[in-house]
């Protein structure tokens, strides 16, 4: 049973971290040392973050853009130990904020105290506790730790939310039907599912949008006005220079706010993690994975020109000439992609569409969604990656940027990507484009795009 392990969901532990700020402070005084005693209740009792070593082939991103690792087990080794000052120590973190203010790359899971001994046990030389390097800093000695926690004393803690929520078990697929019509009847239905999943993406999006501006820094911006306000009613004209400053720091808060990252971070939290939608769009990406087959390319499907121009022969497709067409628009741009749509679904000759959409595509600047740490996006169907090509996306539907690319340019990206081709998206539809049709329609100065990428 393939197990599925959920990385950098967000944890706070304000209590915690409130303490770990006292200690410090009491460490330094002699007449407070008997405080410190007070955190290790709270250590026991609390989930902790701690970095974890998972192999970039088991790394998937959901559509949600969270991140998961997919293997036989979810027993990966955790990155416990760290330098510091000439020694090694356990390094553990008491929140999401205080890990990411570390700047460290590794993804992260919740743990408890139990990790540490665990540690200590398997190395000698650890000599304590670290928590929250690079912030606030507490250090605890091995022997203090070992007098504190008596390892068979230790609390036992609730399962975390998550694995409350969310599905553990990675899905199974079902037998490919057999039969023509019954392969078309599993294609609608996974159409609809896919389609019903990127728009529940796209109003899950909208709603953390919404939440993020309800962070301190848009109650800032309410109260900024409203003083500006008051003062207006008070001193009349003489207000002028006042309110001005006041609407100006308003404004600014207000920008600020909105798209600084830890309110868009705060927004996906609740959203997505308390109010359960990563949980709503786990089940429905578990169905469209659990109906895929495994192969899609070589059963019968309803558009079957499409099935036929990917089995010819690089020569018998007529190369697109190498010269930029007029700018299309996006409003063109997406008719073309719809009226192909619209032949495929009424089981019309699509080559002609199919010709002229791959043409314009060529040269028509694409966008493609980033993720929270800046890379660009990659979606999965089945279990294949592809290179998501938005046709003028919604902001929910990329809420982190997008990158403007061109048809020839991404195909220099999926030569540099782990992926097996494209999704053209727009108005919740999607076309999937393999390399090897990408090869022949836009392969064109492909080594002299490439060059270029590989370089920036």
């Given at each position: ?360 595509a060529r040269y028509y600047r694409f966008s493609i969604p980033k993720q929270v740490d800046g890379k660009l996006a990659i979606y999965y169907y089945a279990d294949q990656a592809y290179l998501p090509l938005y046709i003028a996306p919604t ?61 920036r």
């Open positions: 049973m393939m197990k599925r392990l959920f990385l950098n969901l967000t944890l706070t532990n304000p209590r915690l971290e409130k303490e770990i700020r006292e200690t410090i402070i009491a460490q330094s005084n002699r007449s407070q040392r008997r405080e410190r005693q007070d955190i290790y209740p709270l250590l026991e009792k609390s989930w902790l973050l701690a970095p974890i070593a998972v192999p970039q082939s088991q790394l998937r991103v959901l559509y949600s853009g969270y991140q998961v690792a997919i293997g036989q087990t979810a027993n990966y080794p955790l990155s416990l130990l760290l330098e510091k000052a000439g020694q090694t120590y356990v390094q553990l973190y008491s929140s999401t904020a205080k890990y990411e203010a570390s700047a460290q790359d590794l993804p992260t899971v919740w743990v408890r105290a139990s990790v540490i001994f665990d540690a200590l046990e398997q190395t000698p030389e650890v000599a304590g506790l670290l928590l929250n390097d690079g912030t606030d800093e507490l250090m605890v000695s091995r022997d203090e730790l070992q007098r504190q926690f008596p390892r068979h004393e230790l609390a036992r803690l609730r399962a975390p939310w998550y694995e409350r929520q969310l599905a553990t078990d990675f899905p199974k697929r079902l037998p490919v039907p057999g039969g023509n019509e019954a392969w078309q009847t599993r294609q609608k239905e996974i159409d609809q599912i896919s389609n019903a999943l990127e728009e529940l993406r796209a109003k899950t999006e909208k709603k953390a949008r919404r939440a993020a501006k309800g962070s301190s820094l848009h109650q800032l911006t309410v109260g900024l006005l409203v003083v500006a306000l008051i003062v207006l009613m008070r001193l009349g004209r003489h207000a002028l220079l006042p309110m001005g400053v006041l609407l100006f720091l308003a404004l600014a808060s207000a920008v600020y706010g909105y798209r600084h990252p830890r309110g868009r971070t705060l927004g996906r939290w609740l959203v997505y993690e308390k109010r359960g939608g990563l949980a709503k769009m786990l089940q429905m990406e578990d169905e469209l994975y659990r109906l895929s087959a495994k192969v899609t390319t070589t059963k019968p499907v309803p558009d079957q020109s499409e099935t036929r121009k990917s089995e010819m022969e690089p020569e018998q497709i007529t190369p697109v000439p190498d010269q930029h067409p007029e700018t299309v628009s996006d409003e063109e741009m997406t008719g073309f992609f719809t009226a192909y749509l619209a032949a495929r679904r009424e089981r019309k000759d699509v080559s002609q569409h199919y010709d002229d959409f791959l043409t314009v902001e929910a539907m990329a809420p982190f940027g997008t990158r403007q690319v061109t048809g020839q340019q991404a195909l220099a990206l999926v030569a540099q990507l782990d992926v097996v081709g494209v999704q053209i998206r727009a108005n919740n539809q999607r076309i999937m484009l393999p390399t090897d049709i990408l090869q022949k329609r836009w392969g064109e100065k492909h080594d002299k795009l490439l060059c270029k990428f590989a370089s």
